[in-house]
């Protein structure tokens, strides 16, 4: 059995998608971001960057003791490996859909979030003049879904003919074009291929995942002081001992 430490993400749904696509049994463990459950000690013993998703595997790939994997591209390899799809061996055709799930986690993932914690930041208006980051990121943003979007011109998917892990890792932040301010009919081959993706079953139902977690109460005042105190300017960790 899988247990998928989750919340309902971008980052999240790239492994509930992945899980659906492949038909793996897994076992869904909530992880609130927004409470900080994910700066727990008990969370840190399996992901050591304190941030979710990450996996346990009780039957793992190999055989032995569990294995815990933590940061979505490992998991969608390791997931593909152990299933046997969606990641095919060969050198030519592994390294292909590599480098793309290494563009997603260097790139894409991370510019798109940079990018939707100022415009969160620049909402409260209280955070001072945060016009260079707007557009630093903004237009980082913008030059990522041009590299897709070329990327894609010429071929149905990511990697070529296939569909594969490198277009599950990418998809659920390309989905966000709008929250994230970009103007989609400027990547009209983005657009196509991201609407297939909408159509597919697995697609659906890994997206469904989680919805029911974030459809709470408002947190109360002390708690959202609590909250910000937990989440906000984050330093090291100091090692034990």
């Not at 593909?80 to 997603?104: C, D, H, M, N």
């Not at 991370?110 to 630093?136: C, H, I, M, V």
């Not at 074009?177 to 991201?194: M, N, P, S, T, Y």
């Amino acid at each position: 059995m899988i247990h998928l430490h989750f919340w309902p993400t971008p980052n999240g749904h790239k492994v509930s998608i992945m899980l659906e696509e492949i038909g793996l049994p897994y076992r869904l463990v909530p992880v609130n971001i927004g409470r900080g459950e994910q700066f727990s000690a008990e969370f840190l013993r399996v992901s050591p960057n304190n941030r979710m998703p990450a996996i346990i595997d009780d039957e793992p790939l190999g055989g032995g003791a569990p294995i815990s994997v933590f940061e979505s591209g490992a998991i969608l390899m390791y997931l593909a490996e152990k299933s046997g799809r969606l990641w095919p061996q060969t050198p030519r055709q592994k390294y292909e859909i590599a480098q793309w799930v290494f563009w997603q986690m260097a790139n894409q993932g991370p510019k798109s979030g940079e990018l939707g914690n100022f415009k969160r930041a620049a909402q409260s208006g209280t955070q001072g003049d945060l016009s260079y980051g707007l557009k630093r990121f903004d237009d980082e943003v913008n030059r990522l879904y041009g590299v897709l979007n070329n990327r894609l011109y010429d071929r149905r998917y990511i990697a070529g003919d296939e569909y594969s892990i490198a277009d599950i890792i990418s998809y659920p932040w390309a989905r966000l074009w709008e929250r994230l301010g970009q103007d989609i009919e400027e990547f009209k081959h983005v657009k196509r291929w991201a609407k297939e993706l909408a159509a597919r079953p697995g697609v659906q139902r890994g997206l469904e995942v989680g919805k029911d977690l974030t459809n709470t109460a408002p947190p109360s005042q002390e708690e959202q002081e609590r909250q910000a105190k937990v989440l906000q300017n984050q330093r090291a960790r100091p090692a034990p001992g």
